[in-house]
């Protein structure tokens, strides 16, 4: 998908300030039971089509202002991802701007998930 400039501009300064994940590595911690967030920002209609195994939905327009109440330690480690990694990325930067100290967003977000074969629940 073609994005206008400022939005790449945008992501690309959030991209700065955060830390990314593969998809293999989020796997890879599935695999070996590792208990973590797995959150879907993406929106409602994208999360009812189909969505990574296992993840939670909060979506981008309403992350912010739930976030506290569904995970209320800012310690906790949390994976978001989108469709491909730009919206997870700007929700990522404002979570950590909340106090959230181990927010990842995965590279790639469900596009490449889905690539690579990954389970998908609808």
Not at 47 to 56: C, I, P, T, V
Not at 57 to 68: A, M, S, V
Not at 71 to 89: K, W
């Amino acid at each position: 998908m073609k994005h206008s400039a400022g939005f790449d501009q945008l992501c690309a300064e959030a991209r700065a300030r955060i830390r990314e994940i593969s998809i293999e590595e989020v796997k890879a911690r599935f695999d070996a039971g590792e208990k973590f967030h797995f959150i879907d920002v993406r929106e409602d209609h994208e999360w009812a089509k189909d969505r990574a195994a296992g993840a939670e939905h909060l979506g981008r327009g309403i992350i912010e202002r739930d976030i506290e109440a569904r995970i209320p330690d800012h310690d906790a480690e949390i994976v978001l991802y989108c469709g491909g990694g730009y919206r997870s990325a700007l929700a990522a930067d404002n979570l950590q701007r909340m106090g959230y100290r181990n927010v990842l967003s995965m590279a790639g977000g469900i596009r490449a998930w889905r690539e690579a074969g990954y389970p998908l629940e609808a």
